[in-house]
């Protein structure tokens, strides 16, 4: 997926930064499409290219076509450029201009995600990544997301260097790893008027379900990942406290080395002897490789997403039990009356 980038091409270079995506209608429901039939059919992630141009501050986004699934017998970067000649002859907006991924109850960041969109940018310099949430769509709540990596993300990669050294002299943690740049939906008139009729057809008990209590399997599918995340990242801190207590005994075993090599000095400087050859301390106790903090602060921001989520699903479902307690009670006061 990473090397999806390189094959982009150029969009037209603007001096003027990308303040907000303008989306095409249609381009929303061949991600919309391609999204949920990968997700019920393999439960795979849906990948895919976004294609469009830069006005002034903004990118539209009017087209896109799936990436093809991984197949040995077919190269990615000529099926890419194949349809986008193929676009381009019909008359269809042709630039590379992001890629797009759905994504479960809003988890999206990982490790292969931030690699991409690094090339992307690189490449692409005002591509996005647009992030659809099928689990929250699929009960009602349209989610889609553009973002950006940061310059300190941009730079974190560059440099290859993930120790926590580089990342405190970045100042980058997971909340900084991205940046989200507002989405509109744009649609023609003609498409405007027709949803206008559609929405009148539907007869008026539909899409008045709001008071839907049935909230255990959703809340229990996100504590479990918020679980598995938090095991996880557990294990990333005993890694990170062993390799401390690893160097901390090291440096003790240093300075005893050291110790001792002074006092046999010594010795022999009382009995004239010639003082011992110095050697490179660094030598012989070797130090110990710092482990990545790259994959903790990914996993990091992962709980940071299942909490939010967990939170905004409970404020929500206690607001509806309230509302619902305070309707039997109007009822029953009403029955007893």
Known sequence: MASRGGSARRVPENDAAITYVQCDGLAVMKIVKHCHEESCSNMEVAQGALLGLVVENRLEITNCFPFPKHDDTMDEEEYQLDMMRRLRRVNVDHFHVGW???????????????????????????????????????????????????????????DGDYTPEALRNLKIGYESLFIEVPIVIRNSPLTNIMMSELSEMIPEEEGSKFLDLGTASVLEGQLRSLMERVDELNQEAIKFNRYQQLVVRQQQDKHRWLVKRAQENAARAAKDEPPLPEEDVNKLFKPHPVPPRLNPMIVAGQINTYSQHISQFCSQSLAKLYLTQALQNAKESKQST
């Open 100 to 158: 797009y991924q759905s994504a479960d109850v809003g988890n999206f960041l990982s490790q292969s995600l931030l690699e991409s969109q690094y090339h992307y940018q690189t490449s692409i310099e005002e591509s996005v990544v647009v992030i659809y949430d099928t689990k929250k769509s699929a009960r009602g709540f349209l989610t889609l997301k553009a973002y950006r990596l940061t310059p300190q993300a941009i730079a974190m990669y560059k």
